[in-house]
């Protein structure tokens, strides 16, 4: 699990650039290992390269969106056990059926949570 | 059958029974008056007869005694009787010889009725007679032979006494039957007792006058004698005799018919039996010697073994009975004709008018309602012509009525017809057995269906229903449950439903359907659907709208809340304290841009019916104070104290905790935002029942509601002017969407406020079990 230096290792997919830099910032900084995908596309290569402890994943992203890409990784054998905190702007109650359909952790509103707040979401997720 | 010929035939038959009653009632009695007359009659007579019969023999013994004591016939038997004892055969010879002349030519010739005059010895034998050749006939034993006399009866009699013998036929004596007399032979000398004594010797009379005894029983010989009558009833009744029969039941005297009758006929007769076997005299009915039934009385003349009969035909004396009968037969027939008549004219006069009205009833049956039964008369007939009368006049005011109603009821159903079809909505109506009875054109057009084709037919198998894109099955269709329960039952855009037609064509549809009542009784419902098509599609746009406004709006915002929660924690670098100033102002306003933004998303997801409610059963008091909790450091902030006052028993409801917890929350926010310098810095929040209520109020004692803003305050982002000023940065939605929400769980929200002394909030949601 911890290859490098036992640090939790999160995949964050999210296209909204400023918003994924600030996660990775924020979280680095609370000595998290960080890594970043830009579309579901690239979050599902990443994720079956470097199998996350935990994966945040928006839904609205071009090319692959949250929830086909989520649907994917629980096709897979690596992936089906992999855990998902699904973090949106999105309202939509459909999708966050959906999600928990899709064993996602929880369904979170992005605009609602402060890094402090999500680290310690984070860190309760991953038992530390 | 006509009323009249009830009557006829009813009164005819009474009569009819009546008279053939009479009539066997009186023929029974005639017949035995007539019979008990008659043979009363009989019986008298043959009485009469037995007397007459009496007198006849009678005068015969006395013929017999007086020649037996003739002086000469006396001396000469006493002579011969001592000759013959004494065997001087030719003294007896002589003197019998004498004797029998003196018999012969000076005794039976100054009687022609007597044939035969024999005097007899002791033991029977003929000693002298007028027939000499009947010297030494032995008579005793022609007694025991024949019966012919009473010789046995006389040899030992009295003076006085004869014994007579009628009726015996003995051919070498006489061709005609014969009557026996014989007496006994006394001396003149007498006894010691004075009585005279007897000579062994008696005196034997043969008379030839037996058929003389029927002369003289019909009256004929009395006839003779010069009477008036005596054969009346002979010649009355033609089948009347009288006759004599011995105990031998052979005729003794020759029938009336008959002359060869006697001592031929025989006659084994009740009558007769009953004379010679008991001893009885009989009167009655039976039948005669030839079998025919007769009325007849008897008479046993004991002592001369005889019975006397006096008979009549039956037919003959019950005659005047047939001529009565057959009178009273014509006299019924008369009077049941007479009375069929009288019933006949008298039913036709009574029942005149029942025929009128009839006739009157008949042109009404045609559809002649003008006209009217002319019936006069005070009686049940009037009456009822008068009641008939009044009957057609309110049949013709109901027909006028009925056919005034009709008209309008047409120009109703044109004018309903009309409308359905013009309806822009489609619509059905189904009877209770969920069968199409009504398809308006907008429904045929819409369904591609034709109303003829599916008329009467299940409504469930003209088209089907969908949720998104699964069929609902029968039972859960909006008709099915308007059906069941008597309830309006909608489905509307935001349900998702879809009609789909035979060709598989699938029309988004509002639905409302209601049910049709008689009284309780549900006994169709009514459907209503719109195409949605194009507010679906409006719906679907502003769905994905808020969902790409939302995501749009807020992805910016985010990375603004971000990068200053990173500069504000240093994760940047320390800031000077100015910086840090600014920047917490950057964050404040962000916070609220991001507080707006969620409640215009809220409310347009609220608008747009994709908040759905789900209820669960909660605890009231803890969904309150869940919301208490969270609006506590708010009030903190503002120096207010949250006063929960919870109920005395735990109310549980149904509803969505989290919507309710949101009502409760921005009530609290209201109240804690616009209490500042209030009286008292309390915020009262109670949970009351009432009636079939849960009332939550929340109490403060702020700045109020000025009047003017009372009736706007739940408007959309309406508001009031003191709370502009008070905080400038309210949205004007809070109470909109409290309302909103409270709406969609059946709840209601209101207020109680005084400007300057604070307001009350009052919402309530229904107890539906408790």
Known sequence: MAKSINKPKILIIEDEKFISKAYQVGLAHEGFAVSAAYDGKEGLEKAKKEKPDLILLDIIMPVMDGLTMLKELRKQDWGKDLKVLVLTNSNDQAKTSESAHLNAIDFLLKSEWSIELLTKKIKEILSI | MKLRTKAVILVSTFIFLLISGLLLYLDGYLRKYLKDQMINSLRIMAEVSEGTYFAFVENEKIRTIDWSSDGRIRNDTEALLEAIKSGNTEEGDKLAKELSAYLRERKIVYDPKVIIMDILGPTGIVIASSREDRIGVDEAEEEKRLNAHKFSFAVKAEFGQAFIRPVIFEEDESLEPMTHVVARVFSTKRDDLGKLIPLDAAVLLHFTDADKINDMLSGKWAADQGAVSG?????????????????????????????????????????????????????????????????????????????????????????????????????????????????????????????????????????????????????????????????????????????????????????????????????????????????????????????????????????KILKGNEIIPNEKRPIAETLRTGKIAARELGDNIYYQTCSGKKIPVTIATAPLKYGETIIGAVVVFRDVTDEKRLDESKSSFISVASHQLRTPLTAIKLFIEMLNTGKAGRL??????????????????????????????????????????????????????????????QKLSLVFKKPKNIIKLNLDADLFRQVIHNLLTNAIRYSANGKKNDIIIKIEKSGKECVVSVQDFGIGIPEEAKIRLFDRFYRADNAIKADANGTGVGLYTIKMILERMNGRVWFNSKLNKGTTFYTSIPIINE
């Open chain 2, 576 to 637: 000077n304290k100015t910086q840090k100033e600014y920047i917490e102002d950057v964050s404040v306003s962000t916070e609220r841009m991001i507080g707006l933004v969620n409640d215009l998303l809220n409310l347009s997801r609220i608008e747009s019916g994709k908040l759905k409610a789900k209820p669960s059963e909660v605890r009231i008091d803890e969904v309150v104070k869940s919301a208490i909790d969270e609006a506590a450091i708010l009030a903190k902030e």
């Open chain 2, 231 to 463: 054969q009346a009833f002979f010649q009355k009744y033609k089948t009347a005799e009288i006759y004599l029969v011995g105990a031998d039941k052979i005729m003794a005297s020759s029938s009336r018919f008959d002359a060869d009758s006697i001592l031929r006929q025989k006659v084994d007769t009740m009558p007769i039996r009953n004379c010679f076997e008991n001893n009885k005299e009989i009167s009655g009915e039976y039948l005669n010697y030839s079998g025919k039934p007769v009325l007849g009385a008897s008479m046993c003349l004991e002592r001369d073994d005889l019975a006397l009969i006096l008979e009549v035909g039956a037919d003959e004396v019950l005659a005047p009975l047939k001529e009565v009968r057959n009178r009273l037969i014509l006299a019924g027939l008369l009077a049941f004709l007479a009375s069929a008549l009288t019933i006949t004219i008298l039913s036709h006069f009574l029942l005149s008018g029942l025929r009128k009205i009839t006739k009157v009833a008949e042109e009404v049956g045609r559809g002649d309602l003008d006209i009217r039964a002319e019936v006069r008369g005070k009686d049940e007939i009037g009456q009822l012509a008068k009641v008939f009368n009044q009957m057609l006049g309110s049949i013709q005011k109901s027909q006028a009525d009925l056919f005034a109603a009709e008209i309008s009821l047409r120009e109703e159903k044109d004018r309903l017809n009309a409308i359905i079809s013009s309806m822009a909505e489609g619509m059905a109506v189904v009877d209770n057995d969920c069968r199409i009875v009504l398809l308006n054109k907008t429904a045929e057009r819409m369904l591609e269906i034709s109303y003829d084709k599916v008329r009467g037919k299940s409504y469930y198998d003209g088209w």
